[in-house]
């Protein structure tokens, strides 16, 4: 099985911020790696996907890169409407979800 | 507009037997594999197990097989998560979501679109 982990487990910024999530494999995963946003009492919403494309709609802000185990998730400017709990998920094999990381604002 | 309605909210007994469904519109529902995932109250997102509509052909990730049963009518556009007997740890949220990728044989990809979630609540 591969395994994700996700740090900071949460955090803390202010409007503007620029927020940074990382999500690393337990093996080499390629770039088969999406980010979801999931604000409380909704369903998740996919951000990104193959580790670095924005999926249609979703605002520039937003931005992931990386390849192989380490991946990571960029706000550039964190707004309000960002408060939300992120996945990274991977579909190497079968698909597995991270953590998550909670972000707030300061 | 593509989108996937989900069945509503159910309480049930442990023991019970229970199907909740899924239903696509908007798009062609047998081209789009279809997963489950579930959330746990105050918890985090797991994969369940996928299905491809067009054959029903189905994988589960080992935490969920043998518990539940994935299936699908391609005739209604609908597909469901069914319990033979539930259990109290099974009370959570239940969505489905499609995946992003046309006619992908795998099963691969992103999950592009969510149903709006069947919360299942077991309890004597």
């Known amino acids: 099985d591969i395994q994700m982990t996700q740090s900071p487990s949460s955090l803390s910024a202010s409007v503007g911020d620029r927020v940074t999530i990382t999500c690393q494999a337990s093996?080499?995963?390629?770039?088969?790696l999406n980010w979801y946003q999931q604000k409380p009492g909704k369903a998740p919403k996919l951000l990104i996907y193959d580790a670095s494309n924005l999926e249609t709609g979703v605002p520039s802000r937003f931005s992931g890169s990386g390849s192989g185990t380490d991946f990571t998730f960029t706000i550039s400017s964190l707004q309000p409407e960002d408060i939300a709990t992120y996945y990274c998920q991977q579909y190497d094999n079968l698909p597995d979800f991270g953590p998550g990381t909670k972000v707030d604002i300061k | 507009e593509v989108q996937l309605v989900q069945s509503g909210a159910e309480v049930k007994k442990p023991g019970e037997s229970l199907r909740i469904s899924c239903k696509g519109s908007g798009y062609s529902f047998t081209s789009y594999w279809i997963s489950w995932v579930r959330q746990m109250p105050g918890k985090g997102l797991e994969w369940m197990g996928r299905?491809?509509?067009?054959?029903?052909?189905?994988n589960y990730s080992p935490s969920f097989q043998g518990h539940v049963t994935i299936s699908a009518d391609k005739s209604i556009s609908t597909a469901y998560l069914q319990w033979s007997s539930l259990k109290a740890s099974d009370t959570a949220m239940y969505y489905c979501?499609?995946?992003?990728?046309?006619?992908?044989?795998?099963?691969?990809?992103?999950?592009?679109?969510w149903g709006q979630g069947t919360m299942v609540t077991v309890s004597s």
């Open positions: 093996q080499d995963i390629s770039n088969y």
């Open positions: 979501a499609r995946h992003r990728d046309y006619g992908d044989p795998l099963g691969k990809g992103a999950f592009d679109i």
């Open positions: 299905i491809d509509p067009s054959d029903s052909y189905t």
